[in-house]
């Protein structure tokens, strides 16, 4: 099967835990993305790495820190969680061009207590 | 920069009425332009883009046309299903081929 896949599906912790969230596609693309889905369903585009190498980092808190093994996995951690970093964290990736398709996981959903 | 703007938060129809969605974009280019869904508890996917020339995207009987003069991407259907129901997001290729989504638009079909 060819797709994104997410892990964990849920996560719940508390203020100042270190979280981390994985993900890997089995697409065979070469371009991977972290999007943050947050409570009012807003998708804002936080990293993109092509071949491994950070592309894109839209301003986001340098609590934040994404990190490629390889170009078929990309995972993110968060070093002292916030309450406003509850969310939906969606993985995707495509071939990296202004008009490829980017494929979507089912998300990780975070939420800090 | 480049923004994506969606007018309206919720859509309510009845089945077998027309749907529009609306959607404008503002950007120092021409950026191609995408059509997103995502049912409740789904990733997002895509539903159509634009094309480099001047052909109309369909996908499941949906349908938009890029006007680059009024700078929209209207998201149009004939005849809503209960099926559409759904999160419908209008999305822009920035810098780099990240997309910049619009805040959504819920579409709800009653019978």
């Known amino acids: 099967e060819t797709a994104v896949f997410q892990t964990p599906n849920y996560h719940v912790t508390q203020v100042g835990n270190e979280v981390s969230f994985n993900c890997k596609q089995t697409l065979g693309h070469d371009t991977m993305y972290w999007y943050k889905q947050d409570s009012k369903k807003l998708l804002k585009i936080m990293f993109s790495y092509n071949n491994k190498q950070l592309i894109v980092n839209e301003t986001v808190p340098r609590r934040f820190s994404p990190q490629s093994s390889d170009k078929a996995h990309l995972n993110l951690r968060i070093k002292s969680v916030e309450p406003e970093d509850s969310a939906v964290y969606l993985c995707?990736?495509?071939?990296?061009?202004?008009?490829?398709?980017?494929?979507f996981g089912p998300g990780t959903r975070l939420l800090v207590l | 920069g480049d923004s994506v703007t969606q007018t309206e938060g919720l859509v309510t129809l009845t089945e077998g009425l027309p749907v529009m969605l609306n959607c404008t974009y503002q950007s120092t280019y021409s950026p191609f332009l995408f059509w997103y869904v995502q049912h409740l508890n789904e990733a997002p996917k895509l539903l159509l883009k634009?094309?480099?020339?001047?052909k109309r995207p369909e996908h499941q009987g949906f349908h938009a046309t890029l006007h680059k003069s009024s700078s929209s991407f209207h998201l149009q259907k004939s005849s809503a299903q209960l099926s559409d129901s759904a999160l419908y997001y209008c999305a822009l290729s920035g810098n780099y081929n990240v997309l910049y989504f619009g805040s959504g638009t819920k579409l709800t079909v009653e019978p």
């Open positions: 634009s094309f480099t020339d001047n």
């Open positions: 995707a990736s495509s071939a990296g061009g202004a008009l490829d398709t980017q494929y």
